[in-house]
């Protein structure tokens, strides 16, 4: 390539006009443009006529000096929003963060990351402080991601400090599962596709989730003999459910991650 360039180097010093291209053109064209071409020789050392479009990287007619004169700029986004509250109050609904995109891709660049994101959330309390999302019968999980990123007071105003440390895990064999769950790939809902039948499962039992009165969690299981079938449903895709059976209740979870998941 050195030697190609030196040679060109030296054309151009006894004709002038050899090396026209993007540059002397002023073009740099998105996609396929049959109209944004120029004269001179091309990447593939052809000389004639050369394109100056983001598509002559494949076609392999691309000017001597596109890579120069129309560099690759990838997408650049902005950090990503706080998360927003839940859609909804006292049901199971969605929480979103978005991002900003500070620079749009060119010359074939990386294209924009997804710029919006959702996850399930449920809300304990109504925007008038009443207590309330504690009467579901399914038991509703999420990623024990999810217990970093909440706080025990902001979403249950009537939770004591004085039993703050209060919490317990719950073991569950997993009977069956919607095909819904391993079709999951969002980033913040992947986790479901680590639910598997027959497999041994933790879930965290913790505030907000726990009721303040009852120090338990809606379908936690804890009354079952063990042989009940009881019912569960992922946050963030409603027809990612199943059943499983209480194995055991214990003070701490031990799981593996994926196979350990939090009330909520």
């Excluded at 394109?51 to 691309?62: N, S, Y």
């Excluded at 963060?97 to 304990?124: I, K, M, S, T, W």
């Excluded at 946050?235 to 003070?251: D, L």
Aim: aromatic share 10%; with cysteine.
């Amino acid at each position: 390539m050195r030697t190609l360039w030196m040679a060109l180097c030296a054309l151009a010093r006894l004709w002038p006009n050899a090396l026209a291209g993007c540059s002397d053109a002023g073009r740099c064209c998105p996609g396929r443009d049959l109209a944004c071409f120029s004269h001179g020789w091309r990447q593939d050392r052809v000389y004639g006529t050369c394109f100056c479009d983001q598509a002559c990287r494949l076609t392999g007619d691309c000017c001597f000096d596109y890579a120069r004169a129309c560099p690759a700029r990838p997408c650049i986004v902005g950090e990503w929003s706080p998360w927003s509250g839940c859609a909804d109050q006292c049901r199971p609904t969605a929480r979103v963060r978005r991002r900003a995109v500070r620079q749009e891709p060119r010359n074939g660049g990386e294209p924009c990351p997804a710029l919006e994101e959702r996850a399930g959330c449920l809300e304990y309390a109504t925007h008038q402080g009443q207590d309330c999302g504690h009467a579901f019968v399914p038991a509703f999980i999420t990623t024990s991601a999810f217990n970093k990123q909440r706080t025990r007071q902001a979403a249950s105003p009537q939770w004591s400090t004085d039993t703050e440390d209060a919490g317990y895990c719950m073991e569950f064999k997993t009977e069956s599962l919607t095909h819904h769950c391993a079709m999951e790939n969002r980033p913040l809902t992947r986790w479901m596709q680590y639910l598997r039948e027959g497999y041994t499962v933790c879930v965290d039992c913790q505030p907000p989730a726990m009721n303040s009165a009852s120090l338990r969690c809606s379908g936690d299981g804890l009354d079952s003999d063990g042989n009940q079938t009881l019912h569960w449903q992922a946050i963030g895709n409603p027809r990612c459910q199943g059943t499983w059976k209480k194995v055991r209740r214990v003070e701490q979870c031990s799981c593996p991650a994926v196979h350990s998941f939090i009330f909520i």
